[in-house]
């Protein structure tokens, strides 16, 4: 009867071992798999009138699948600006990033061009 309950017990802990190398193992993969580079676009700065965030707008040329012309497509991105610095006006570049609220997933990383 003891030499079951023994095998039992070894059992339970090899497999506790096991699982724990596993999970050790899956943490260092992830920790050392490079990050994807981060989606970038250069736009100008359409509303800032609510706080921390600016309304950009990032015009993409895009060629007509029928007609084969280019189109102006216009897309309006919401960033987060940290420091309330960026007016109307302003060339800026933004950066993807994690969701931070409902429409935000861009931030203000750099202005390229001040309003004049």
Same mark, same amino acid.
């Given at each position: 009867?003891? !030499? /079951?309950? %023994? =095998? =039992? @017990?070894t059992t339970v802990a =090899?497999?506790?071992?096991? *699982? =724990?190398?596993?999970? %050790?193992?899956t943490v260092a993969t /992830?920790?050392? %798999? ?6 970038? &676009?250069?736009? +100008? +700065?359409?509303?800032?009138?609510? !706080?921390?965030? $600016?309304?950009?707008?990032?015009? @993409?040329?895009? &060629?007509?699948?029928?007609? #084969?012309?280019? +189109? ?6 919401? $960033?987060? !600006?940290?420091?309330? !610095? +960026? ?5 800026v570049r933004v950066m %993807?990033? &994690?969701?931070? *609220?409902? #429409?935000? &997933? ?6 390229? @061009?001040?309003?004049?």
């Open positions: 009867m003891s !030499d /079951v309950n %023994e =095998t =039992t @017990e =090899t497999e506790t071992e096991t *699982s =724990t190398a596993t999970t %050790e193992a /992830v920790a050392t %798999e490079p990050r994807a580079r981060r989606k970038v &676009r250069e736009g +100008v +700065v359409v509303s800032n009138g609510m !706080d921390k965030t $600016a309304v950009i707008a990032v015009i @993409e040329r895009v &060629r007509h699948p029928k007609y #084969n012309k280019f +189109v102006l497509q216009t897309k309006k991105l919401y $960033a987060h !600006d940290e420091t309330n !610095d +960026v007016n109307v006006g302003d060339r %993807e990033t &994690r969701p931070l *609220s409902k #429409n935000k &997933r861009w931030r203000v990383t750099d202005v390229l @061009e001040r309003a004049k």
